[in-house]
């Protein structure tokens, strides 16, 4: 079997080490616009979301791809963006496959009458090619675009007007007020960030959320306990309750920060991680604002009626999927959201799509699953309808890694 991979990011490197194991005997193409593996963690790559001062919101063992070791010096548990470019790099040049394709732009994925998929791409040096393969995995991801904020918006503002994904480094913002909207993990980090660079920084907040530090009671967070009640619903739920009431035990309501207690509980929730949020709201060095109403042209317009004027605002509302190479009528699945957890787009036979959706556990955990699972399908290929844990009206509002092993058990 002829198989093309497209993306060298976390999800692209899982899947060709997945099929690697699969497919002894297959031929495996690795194809990827980037130069280097590491996808949005490349400072190289056009889709790199990284600056300066980021380091992973998941500890070292569950960023680590299963077999391997993410090293880093005793004690420090979160490592910055460039060791893990680095890690994913070397994870990458120990894949051995049939050919790589890297620095080359895939153009069309198009089905053949006869069966099987065209792949059209523009090489390294410039050349327009085309080649046949029986299977086609995209693993180029849901990070594609900026999203911008939903709300009226003027066609030209007095202060910078920004995306996330613009950001590099605090030193850009020196003495100015500064603006982040957004409540997710780049809005938080990117605020703290600026505090004490900018002279002053505000955080727009519209839906509340969990805030937890990144180590609680001399552990990661992220290192849940897998034992034998994570597969005992009751015991699991009277477990996540426990949970939640010593951790509001531990940080106390919400609202001594001047932010609003979360509706959901915690164990259906992605907290946001950081050491220092609460901290700076405590101390003055950040202040909430309310949902956004309107960018205008001179101010901030807020949902309680207020506003205010700012030098720059910078907003961190996630991404919207862009695989303009991916024939149209999946395209539109995708633009409409109607993938949920499925893998494949039904009268696609082949076509294999990852990280699609956001993970509520380390990226490496849900690309594994998700790899194994094209690696099952690929290896007993047949018609398989779509799970209806996979639709998107079923999809729970937390995907994690527990979430994906029982979607995935109908690709076997």
Not at 70 to 88: I, N, Q, T, W
Not at 225 to 236: A, E, F, I, Q
Not at 385 to 406: G, H, M, Y
Request: aromatic share 8%.
């Amino acid at each position: 079997m002829k198989v093309c991979v497209i993306g060298s990011g976390v999800f692209g490197i899982a899947a060709v080490r997945a099929l690697e194991a699969a497919l002894p005997d297959g031929s495996l193409h690795w194809f990827s616009e980037d130069t280097e593996a590491g996808g949005l963690w490349s400072t190289s790559s056009s889709r790199s979301r990284v600056y300066d001062a980021l380091y992973l919101n998941t500890s070292r063992e569950p960023s680590s791809f299963t077999g391997t070791s993410l090293d880093a010096a005793p004690g420090v548990h979160f490592v910055h963006h460039s060791r893990y470019a680095a890690y994913l790099h070397e994870i990458a040049s120990r894949c051995t496959v049939t050919e790589r394709r890297w620095g080359c732009r895939v153009g069309a994925v198009s089905v053949r009458p006869e069966g099987g998929w065209l792949v059209s791409f523009t090489a390294s040096d410039g050349s327009a090619r085309e080649a046949v393969f029986d299977a086609v995995v995209d693993a180029t991801g849901h990070s594609g675009e900026p999203r911008r904020p939903d709300v009226p918006t003027a066609a030209r503002t007095d202060y910078a007007l920004l995306h996330s994904a613009d950001h590099r480094d605090a030193a850009a913002h020196r003495g100015q007020r500064v603006l982040v909207v957004g409540n997710g993990a780049s809005a938080v980090d990117i605020a703290c960030d600026l505090v004490g660079t900018a002279s002053e920084v505000g955080i727009s907040i519209r839906t509340p959320k969990w805030y937890l530090p990144k180590m609680l009671l001399g552990r990661p967070v992220d290192h849940a306990p897998d034992g034998w009640w994570r597969h005992t619903p009751v015991l699991g739920r009277l477990a996540s309750g426990a949970v939640e009431s010593a951790v509001r035990r531990i940080l106390g309501s919400y609202r001594v920060y001047g932010l609003d207690d979360p509706t959901s509980p915690l164990a259906a929730s992605t907290p946001v991680l950081s050491d220092h949020f609460l901290a700076h709201l405590a101390h003055g060095r950040l202040t909430r604002y309310r949902g956004v109403a309107e960018l205008g042209e001179t101010a901030v317009r807020f949902n309680d009626g207020s506003t205010d004027k700012f030098d720059t605002v910078i907003t961190a509302t996630g991404y919207r999927d862009s695989s303009p190479h991916l024939p149209p009528a999946v395209r539109e699945v995708l633009d409409r959201g109607l993938l949920g957890l499925a893998l494949d787009v039904p009268g696609f036979p082949s076509l294999y799509l990852m990280n699609r959706f956001r993970c509520g556990d380390a990226a490496v955990r849900c690309a594994e699953i998700q790899a194994r699972a094209v690696a099952r399908a690929l290896r007993a290929p047949r018609p398989r309808p779509v799970p209806r844990t996979a639709v998107p009206d079923a999809v729970p509002s937390r995907i994690t890694a527990r979430t994906l092993e029982k979607v995935y058990e109908a690709y076997r």
